[in-house]
């Protein structure tokens, strides 16, 4: 189903911000019912045992590939987010080797770029965490880990709340792991910030 065809389907609210909040509610509702607990902790078992992680997240999907590295490395943890794909990814992927993770967070159709990408780095010995709304697809079959949560919002949006919030537990359980290094990391980072004078208060 392309775009145009999701949005027609979808049709019109009568109070679209209600209408979608409850959407999103059911969405972590099924998520929940979705992720085992021994899913989500080989998850993070795979991201606090990575000597790098490399994220990929495209279009919507940035946002919470983003969040994921930016907060990540906030906490001492080496990881990053590619955005950008062609030339960039590919440099991004020379370098991982067997103690290396690719993070993916793909929903909707599923984007050739990341399946490639998994595939080439598991040929270099990486691992693979995919966050995805298909438990089969090509991503999956080349994950070594995988969350499968929902996607559909309203409208022709594809819905990222439910990556997201899986996204934050990832990082609440790489904190609990490394309590006394993600706070040395912190303060060297509020640091940083008053060195840098960026916040003004």
Known sequence: MNTEDTLNEHGSYHSPVHDALDHEIDNLRLTKESIS????????????????TLVLGFGSYAGPAGLLAHLGTTMGYSIAHEPRGSVHLASALNTMGPDD????????????????????????????????????????????????????GISFFQSVTAATS??????????????????????????????LEIYSD
Do not use: C, F
């Open 101 to 152: 993770l690719l993070v993916i967070v793909n929903m909707w159709r599923t984007n050739k770029t990341s399946t490639l990408a998994a595939e080439a780095v598991r040929e270099l010995g990486a691992k693979v965490l995919a966050i995805t709304d298909m438990r089969e697809s090509l991503i999956s079959e080349a994950a070594d880990h995988l969350l499968v949560v929902p996607s559909e």
């Open 166 to 195: 899986v996204i934050y537990g990832l990082l609440a359980g790489m904190e609990t792991a490394n309590t006394e290094r993600s706070r040395q990391s912190l303060r060297g980072i509020q640091k940083m910030w008053k060195e």
């Open 37 to 52: 607990e021994i899913e989500a902790d080989a998850a993070i078992e795979a991201l606090i045992s990575a000597r790098r």
